[in-house]
């Protein structure tokens, strides 16, 4: 008698999750530090001293009552008024603490904005290539994921089918820049394009259509490259962050959900997230490191580590003949694979302890993921192994 | 275009959470300490120095990659196992890893717990007096939560109208022992007539009724009370715990569910939380509270605050001819209001400052609530208010 959504959701283990096992099981036999393992999207660098520091001297100065007691369900009132003002003076906007409501890291974030914009049978568009767990994030609220085919010419938004996609049911769009698992930076150009579609059609429609931004590699962005803060760009907009990323904190499930406050009635949607919170068991994010991250709002890991790797990567990409577009940000980058098959060409891949991650299961079949969250040196010999993987394989390129 | 489900939410405010805001506005005029407020069960003791010395430790020695990094979704291995080994040596189970998992509070565990056994539709039972969140908490989930209606007698269950309820539908019975807001434990013959009820029950129905046992108080019984581990009496037993009153981290969001062994599927069930965790945006509790509390699993604040003032408390209500069943743990206690709608005797005592929670929205009209999770000092205060109050307003008795 056991609930069957559930149970048949174990069949699917994920390819990540099976590649990385691989890795773990190989590291085993010839040592963790020969296996290229490109599988999974883990920070590399570790969490700043001065982050470390702060929960130290909260934890041997604060009362515990203050520092461990029940946060309010929608966040420490501080915590929201500072995070406000520091969106503010880095983004231009005019958040106040009303409009962030803190979370348990993205998916906290995430889970509360579908709840608050889809009731079930309503549908949410996202593009490909995009991030696995968006199908059962959505498709378990009830709403349904819809996802537009990629550009594969720039991993921009491949915007013909986008629009012939929107319909009746449609509450919102889904938005991951920088994108996991194509490392592309959506531009200013997209993000006004996309602005621009959204208020025709919810005019057309009588109902608003909302971006759901999903944004915890916003801080992971390279030289260079136009890296608009989206909601700027369009009032309806929920911006879900997290500090897994910028922080190195996966483990402590720290972020917020921040509403546009020229969104009509954002402030009651943030008053609506407390609601949703209790059915979902989600009450609030931990309070030592809401109080934490209230005094390092502008910090970040050293994540130059992350340019540094894909342009050492891209480059030999680009010199073995692959296609692929340059990163703009995260710690991904998405080559096409060198035959039809990513799945085949990854598994080959694997016995050169090169473990690749084939993108049919983030909706771009032919492609393949590599998560360069890894060390530098282990990066250059990797590239060797690429190097004697291709052109032993594919020698008549 | 707001989802009106929750937007009808925001009209109903707590009256516990009204009362309280009452205890902070007119401490404001009087001073804090003069207001005796026992609205609110948050923890009123610290957590002990060397839970907060461990997690100094940790932020100070362990690798910040290992303390900070993904925990995996059903929490961290070691963790799971430490915890199985202590509540097997605590309570005589057979508990592995295996049938852990861990969660943000208690909260986190019965959002799994009632997503592992019903579908929309299907029922849940409890018993009055009961946590209001739990109507939240259930419905949202679209089962439906049945109230039995208290026996006054002793708070133990109205056995007679609780069988009646049982019905095809009828999926799991939630149990919260130490009781919010009785203060009522569960005697041993209290669970093992239910477990009977509902071994033969189940056997009748042809499915299983599960025993969802709540006990964030489990650590709070008094001197003499029979506080029986309810999993050990009933095979579909699934315990939910939270750190937030037995280690005061009610802000920390970390517990975990446990599923009885003996429980069919039980492992399963435990990989099913897994995949609910996907669709609530639970993911994992943080890693650095899991780590310090496998250091500290049979670690609680110094608890023996509450049952002083249950004892100052309850005697007191004796002496003024108060009809109360006597506390066997928690920090709540549940006395008879004098008069028959206790909403007016509660907004009478405010006048003496004192602030007590009308029994309505438990589900036992007439009585109310006081939390004592308060300092002793103000209690023996509290209790001269106390008895002006009645012999002002009800003299005659």
Redesign the interface.
């Given at each position: 008698?056991?609930?069957q959504?559930?149970?048949d959701?174990?069949g699917g283990k994920s390819v990540i999750r099976t590649l990385s096992e691989f890795a773990t099981a190989r590291g085993k036999e010839i040592g963790y530090e020969n296996v290229f393992d490109y599988s999974l999207g883990?920070?590399?660098v570790?969490?700043p001293q001065a982050f470390?520091d702060t929960?130290?001297r909260l934890?041997?100065t604060e009362?515990?009552?203050a520092?461990?007691?029940?946060?309010q369900s929608l966040g420490i009132p501080e915590v929201r008024a500072k995070l406000a003002d520091s969106l503010n003076k880095r983004f231009g906007m005019d958040y106040t603490g009303d409009h962030i409501f803190m979370?348990?890291?993205a998916?906290?974030?995430?889970?509360?904005a579908f709840?608050?914009?889809?009731?079930p049978g309503d549908e949410i568009i996202t593009f490909a290539p995009f991030f696995p767990?968006y199908m059962?994030?959505v498709n378990?609220?009830g709403a349904l994921l819809k996802v537009v085919p990629p550009n594969t010419e720039d991993f921009q938004i491949n915007f013909e089918a986008f629009e012939k996609m929107i319909g009746e049911k449609t509450m919102a769009v889904l938005v991951n820049s920088p994108n996991n698992p194509s490392g592309i930076v959506y531009s200013t150009a997209t993000i006004q394009r996309l602005a621009e579609i959204l208020k025709q059609k919810s005019k057309e429609l009588g109902?608003?259509i909302y971006i759901i931004s999903d944004e915890p590699y916003r801080e992971i962005t390279f030289a260079g490259v136009d890296a608009p803060y989206i909601s700027k760009y369009y009032d309806n907009t929920l911006s879900c962050y997290s500090y897994s990323k910028s922080l190195?904190?996966?483990?402590?499930?720290i972020g917020y959900l921040a509403i546009n406050p020229a969104c009509a009635?954002s402030k009651?949607?943030v008053?609506?997230c407390g609601?949703?919170s209790?059915?979902?068991?989600?009450?609030?994010?931990?309070?030592?490191?809401q109080l934490a991250i209230a005094e390092n709002l502008e910090l970040t890991a050293d994540l130059s580590v992350y340019e540094t790797n894909m342009n050492l990567i891209y480059d030999c990409l680009m010199e073995l003949g692959f296609t692929c577009v340059k990163p703009g940000g995260t710690f991904y980058i998405f080559p096409k694979a060198l035959e039809e098959d990513a799945k085949i060409f990854c598994e080959k891949a694997m016995k050169y302890d090169l473990v690749l991650v084939p993108a049919d299961s983030f909706g771009c079949p032919g492609y393949f993921r590599m998560a360069y969250c890894i060390e530098t040196e282990k990066v250059k010999r990797s590239l060797v192994a690429l190097r004697k993987f291709v052109e032993t394989e594919y020698p008549q390129r």
């Open positions: 008698m056991l609930v959504q559930y149970v959701m174990l883990n920070p590399s570790a969490v470390t929960c130290i934890l041997q009362s515990p009552m520092l461990h007691g029940y946060s979370t348990s890291a998916a906290g974030a995430l889970a509360h709840r608050l914009v889809t009731v767990e059962p994030y378990l609220t109902h608003e190195s904190l996966p483990g402590e499930r009635d009651t949607m008053q609506m609601q949703i209790r059915g979902i068991g989600h009450n609030c994010p931990p309070s030592l490191m």
